[in-house]
């Protein structure tokens, strides 16, 4: 297929721009600096997310746009609200861009938009599905806010994505291990809770993937995994005798951190991925 991807030159991004190119289909990025996404190996095509005549022009000649785009914080601005806004807008009005623009381009017939699993609610140990019990709130709910635009095109296959904590050293985890050599938790919330990380790799294989599912939601992640056993290979791979934790009722009380403290995609056993991880 010719494939349009958004956030082309991101963590998600550049891996499925190779992961696609693999497969054999044709790829473009959108972009702003042609350099920066000619780089990925994609054909940039100029165009500006926020304006829906400049991603019509951009869209036209593709079967399928898949939407990665995201503005991730980094560490310090991820602990202020004002620091995800430019994230939330580029979910929330980049998203309800795409969708206008979508219908004007009939030949677009397939739209992949990301998103996050941290919108679920604390799910115990209960295994994670797709119909599990929804919590957005704070920097979380514009995830679901993209999905609700691109669903709203019931003519096309519309894939939506809620991706598991991503772990890789492009993601946000090289900070993370920067800060834990200086004290820093790796932990949020209960050890003995759950959590479904992701390799970015695996990720962006799981958004090519999508280009062949029908329309609907679906979770991305690795085995879920104990909190615990997460944060002892991360106090590893950071050279630190112990991984630190923020008590859950700690988390709780901090509205950006909260969604970070839930037990997702529990359940016990090696059917649910055992205990034991590696970063």
Known sequence: MRVMVIGATGVLGTRA???????????????????????TGAQPVIGELFSVPSLVTALRGHDAVVNLATRIPGPR???????????DRVRVA??????????QVEEVRIVVQEGISFVYADGGSA?????????????TASSLTAHENVAALTDRTVVRLRIGLLVGPDATT?????????????????????????????????????????????????PPVLKG??????AEAAGVRKARAVPKWLVSRL?????????????????????????
Request: hydrophobic fraction near 50%; proline fraction near 7%.
């Open 255 to 279: 509205p950006l951190a909260e969604p970070m403290g839930r037990s997702q995609a529990g359940g016990v056993g090696e059917a649910h991925g055992g205990d034991r991880v590696a970063v």
């Open 174 to 222: 090289s900070a993370m291990l920067a800060a834990a050599r200086h004290g820093a938790p790796l932990i949020m919330g209960s050890r003995d809770d759950w959590t479904t990380p992701i390799h970015p790799s695996d990720a962006a294989a799981a958004a090519v993937a999508a280009l062949d599912a029908p329309s609907g939601v679906y979770n991305v992640g690795a």
């Open 127 to 139: 295994p994670l599905t797709e119909d599990a019990p929804l919590r957005p709130g704070g920097v």
């Open 77 to 87: 601005a991820m602990t202020r609200r004002s620091g995800w806004a430019e994230n």
């Open 229 to 234: 056993a997460l944060g002892a290979a991360m």
């Open 94 to 103: 980049g998203s309800a861009a795409l969708a206008a623009a979508v219908r």
């Open 17 to 39: 721009v190779a992961r696609l190119r693999a497969a054999g289909h044709e790829v473009s990025g959108l972009a702003r600096s042609p350099a920066r996404v000619a780089a």
